[in-house]
């Protein structure tokens, strides 16, 4: 990775701090020059701030539905590569804010994709989009990337949306500019760092530190988790096979192994194991909108074309996650345990 990313510009779109900081911060220490484009810092305490990124990268503060600004960026910094994380990412926000939900997830997407078209020094990018985006049955079927998209609550919606659109550029334009993109449809990651709200690993420590009760909505439900650096490392290796041959530009489902799915429940008495005891309560409304029981994605595709491979099963990843969090309430150097953490991962 070191090789290729090596003094080339990086354009990350983000819409918040958690995964977006970890890669930046990755791509900086792979001597990446990254361009970040975002909108202001929505957590306290944040990553960014922590790690020092404003010294380690170049800031954009500003929102990515102002097309004609986004390309003067472009212009002025000539990306090579995009990687586009740009969303709201809250099935629950998305009921209270349903326009805004659609215009941040499809219509970034198709701006985006806009600089790709126009600007001829932009040669791949990968687009993050949802596991989501499948009509889901919720059975117990992984959906494979062949299967129909559908949606019901308008977050799932915009992603399929935002993949239509992809699919469109892709066919109209991009294949014909030999310009190449991924996408790739993610999960729920964990790991250090994330104070992001309606999260629940951020919950129960947030929870645990104001000695205050745990309210779970849907303590049933069962969840892919897998681990921050997981899911981010397969996307900076995407560049491998992607230049590699074209058959390879297609939708990846990154996702766990099916026995690293857990239910909500399990997760905060595990999550109560690593860390201290603690009681919790579990609330069950019929005013909570809808949200899936169970979504299941099968990852037969990226292991078989990209030799993909998950590194840390879910309990490691709740041990790395939960006693970062330990680490922070006692004050370490955030950054030299970050990059420690990533040099160890690469290994």
């Known amino acids: ?3 290729f990313y090596k003094n080339k510009t990086v354009l990350v779109t983000w819409s918040t701090w958690f995964k977006w900081s ?13 361009i970040w484009y975002s909108l202001k810092i929505n957590s306290e305490p944040n990553l960014y701030d922590s790690i020092k990124l404003d010294n380690k990268i170049t800031q954009i503060i500003w929102d990515i539905d102002d097309l004609n600004n986004l ?48 600007n001829e020094y932009i040669k791949w990018a990968v687009l993050i989009t949802t596991d989501k985006v499948y009509q889901n049955n919720e059975w117990l079927y992984p959906y494979r990337e062949t299967d129909r998209l559908w949606w019901f609550d308008p977050y799932s919606s915009s992603k399929a949306m935002a993949e239509i659109a992809i699919d469109s550029y892709k066919k109209s334009f991009l294949d014909k500019l030999w310009k190449k993109i991924a996408v ?9 760092w994330d104070w992001s ?20 909505r849907n303590p049933n439900a069962i969840r892919p988790w897998q681990y921050v650096l997981e899911a981010l490392y397969w996307y900076l ?22 026995n690293d799915t857990m ?7 595990k999550s109560i194991n690593i860390l201290w ?22 990852n037969t595709k990226a292991k078989s074309l990209l030799w993909w491979k998950p590194k840390y099963n879910v309990n490691e990843a709740l041990d790395l996650t939960l006693n970062w969090y330990k680490d922070f309430y006692e004050w370490k150097d955030m950054e030299d345990i970050c990059l420690r953490e990533i040099n160890k991962f690469n290994f």
Not at 92 to 112: C, I
């Open 71 to 118: 390309d003067k960026v472009c212009i002025k910094y000539k990306p090579e590569i995009i990687f586009h994380l740009a969303a709201q990412p809250l099935v629950r926000d998305s009921y209270d804010n349903p326009v805004y939900t659609m215009q941040t997830n499809a219509m970034w997407t198709v701006n985006v994709l806009e600089l790709m078209r126009n």
């Open 22 to 34: 970890w890669l930046s911060f990755w791509l900086h220490n792979l001597w990446a020059n990254v």
């Open 197 to 216: 709200k309606d999260r629940l690993i951020p919950d129960i420590v947030k929870t645990i530190m104001n000695n205050e009760e745990l309210t779970l």
């Open 277 to 298: 005891k603690w009681n919790y309560k579990i609330e069950i409304s019929d005013k909570n909108p809808h949200e899936a029981w169970v979504l299941l994605l099968d």
């Open 184 to 192: 790739v449809r993610a999960w729920n990651v964990i790991g250090w």
């Open 237 to 258: 290796i995407m560049w491998k096979k992607i230049l590699e041959n074209d058959k390879y530009c297609e939708a990846y489902n990154f996702w766990p192994d099916f």
């Open 1 to 3: 990775m070191k090789n």
């Open 263 to 269: 239910k909500v429940e399990d997760l905060v008495k």
